[in-house]
């Protein structure tokens, strides 16, 4: 009994935080216009702004453990020693559908640096995620995320507040940058760079 209550909790507080991450805090803020605004989109966008942090303001290493669509298990605790990407997804957001051929480019460009890529999709079945990424040719795996479990653990570190969220983790696990909407190319090219440089 208490486990069931304790998954409801779970799932009530990851919807609530899915719906903040998603529209912000105040009307004045640009999400939350657009959570309000009724026009059907399907996303909330980032306006692709970047905040990058210095490494001595930067969180604790990020923690969580998730499911990907492959059926095997993913813990935040393998990141430390790698630069990792987390790129926050689903299969109807526009920008989402934009921006994946460039995730995969600097997926493949980086894969022997040992940077790690890793999707969160916050909304699709198995199915539907899979034929997105047979689509756009992504070799890097996602994590099933519809219940909120990992968008809930990242905003004790940095809230992914729009779909699509990336976010740059340093090698020690920590988020050194985040982009609000449809990542640039150049921009996430320059952000994997500096992680990497960093001792």
């Not at 692709?48 to 990907?68: C, D």
């Not at 393998?78 to 989402?96: E, K, S």
């Not at 909304?123 to 995320?145: C, H, I, M, P, W």
């Amino acid at each position: 009994m208490t486990s069931s209550l304790s998954r409801r909790s779970l799932l009530a507080a990851s919807g609530a935080v899915l719906a903040v991450a998603l529209a912000a805090c105040t009307a004045k803020d640009p999400l939350a216009v657009q959570a309000n605004a009724g026009d059907n989109k399907n996303y909330i966008a980032g306006d692709g702004s970047v905040s990058e942090f210095g490494v001595s303001s930067r969180s604790k290493p990020v923690e969580f453990t998730g499911k990907l669509f492959d059926g095997s298990t993913v813990n935040a605790s393998t990141f430390p020693g790698h630069v990792t990407i987390l790129n926050f997804w689903y299969a109807a957001c526009a920008p989402c559908r934009k921006e994946a051929p460039d995730l995969q480019a600097l997926h493949a460009e980086y894969e022997a640096a040992g940077v790690k890529f890793y999707g969160v999709n916050v909304r699709d079945e198995k199915a539907t995620a899979e034929a997105f990424e047979r689509n756009f040719g992504l070799s890097y795996q996602s994590v099933a995320d519809k219940d909120g479990g990992v968008l809930l653990s990242m905003t004790k570190f940095v809230p992914p507040n729009a779909v699509p969220t990336t976010l740059v983790l340093d090698k020690q696990g920590r988020v050194a940058a985040r982009i609000l909407g449809e990542a640039d190319k150049s921009t996430l090219k320059s952000l994997i760079e500096s992680a990497l440089a960093e001792k």
